[in-house]
């Protein structure tokens, strides 16, 4: 059953110049994820870089389908003949999840994550139908980072300008690498949040301090932890 929906096939093997778009795909995937991943400055930037290359690696069997796949053969040595977009849809979904979750305190994340799953069962269906050589496994798993996500950036990047203040004290800090954020450890009431800030005004917060926090919503109705100045 042929599902792909393709263009007319154009070669069933990579040629000198299809090896070179193979070798330039894989160097921009590790780069965009290292910067996505390491330090995502400017953030946006970074964020949508990365978006672009989910969204053209995705597309991109539109165009030749037969130079693309989405799994190894099975029971045969590794297809050199094509290439895999199955590692860099995977690293890049990846990054975006983990930023997502990282680097905003989102107060109804447990229901944003289930929204975002059925988000990214539509996008695993939608690359297994594009691609031929496809496995479902691989594009469901794909779905599963780039769902919630994607819903995450989306409602991030559309919070309102304003929103409600809550009351709270600085019960910890720390710092991480991987990834890269500075987090406040706040407790409100009897509940303890992190809230990520910037690198920069880091070390100005101090256990026992009282600090207040701006909850916005986005376009979706999730709503978004910042610490402002009381």
Not at 1 to 26: C, D, Q, V
Not at 37 to 63: D, E, G, H, K, N
Not at 72 to 80: A, L, T
Not at 176 to 195: C, D, T
Request: charged share 15%; net charge positive.
């Amino acid at each position: 059953m042929n599902r792909g929906l393709a263009l007319p096939e154009l070669s069933p093997t990579l040629g000198p110049l299809g090896r070179r778009l193979r070798f330039f795909g894989a160097f921009v995937t590790v780069v965009i994820c290292v910067w996505v991943l390491v330090r995502p400055q400017p953030y946006w930037a970074a964020i949508l870089a990365a978006y672009a290359a989910v969204f053209s690696i995705t597309v991109a069997p539109l165009a030749a389908n037969d130079y693309f796949r989405l799994r190894e053969p099975r029971g045969n040595p590794p297809d050199r003949t094509r290439i895999n977009i199955a590692a860099p849809l995977s690293c890049l979904s990846a990054v975006l999840l983990i930023r997502a979750v990282m680097d905003m305190d989102t107060v109804e994340l447990a229901e944003a994550i289930f929204f975002g799953l059925l988000a990214g069962s539509m996008y695993a269906l939608l690359l297994w139908v594009i691609v031929r050589r496809a496995s479902f496994g691989i594009a469901a798993l794909v779905g599963v980072f780039l769902g919630p996500a994607a819903l995450l950036h989306t409602n991030a990047a559309t919070l309102s300008a304003q929103g409600y203040m809550e009351r709270g004290v600085v019960s910890n800090k720390y710092a991480s690498s991987k990834p890269r954020r500075h987090v406040v450890v706040a407790s409100m009431g009897s509940n303890k949040v992190e809230l990520t800030v910037p690198q920069e005004s880091f070390s100005s917060y101090a256990a026992g301090q009282e600090i207040c926090i701006e909850v916005r919503s986005g376009a979706f109705g999730i709503h978004v932890r910042f610490i402002r100045a009381c």
